[in-house]
């Protein structure tokens, strides 16, 4: 059984920062792809930032230039680094990990809130 426990959210004004963290557990195959998205009120879940196993990127326009994603598989966690927040970042994030056993499989945290005050 496949485990995301999240933390770091919280809250923060305007300008602020704050980093996440995610450590997977209960697999010992590799994560092909692991990653962040997050949820407003009212709004569906959107791709923040994902990294894969090669080290390739992709940043949700909004965010680049002030979050940074990062991977440690030996320790197989994911966090992310959120400077220079914003009020549109407020939501709850979610952390994810991608598998490939023969089909593609994901694997989601149980949410962390961010709340970014003006």
């Known amino acids: 059984q496949v485990q995301l426990v999240e933390s770091g959210g919280g809250l923060v004004q305007t300008g602020g920062s704050l980093r996440l963290s995610c450590a997977v557990s209960?697999?010992?195959?590799?994560?092909?792809?692991m990653g962040w998205y997050r949820q407003a009120p009212g709004k569906q879940r959107e791709l923040v930032a994902i990294?894969?196993?090669?080290?390739?990127?992709n940043y949700a326009d909004s965010v680049k230039g002030r979050f940074t994603i990062s991977r440690d598989d030996a320790k197989r966690t994911v966090n992310l680094q959120m400077n220079s927040l914003k009020s549109e970042d407020t939501a709850v994030y979610y952390c994810?990990?991608?598998?490939?056993?023969?089909?593609?499989?994901?694997?989601w945290g149980q949410g962390t809130q961010v709340t970014v005050s003006s």
């Open positions: 994810l990990a991608r598998q490939f056993v023969k089909v593609w499989t994901d694997y």
């Open positions: 209960g697999s010992s195959f590799s994560l092909n792809i």
């Open positions: 990294m894969s196993s090669g080290g390739n990127i």
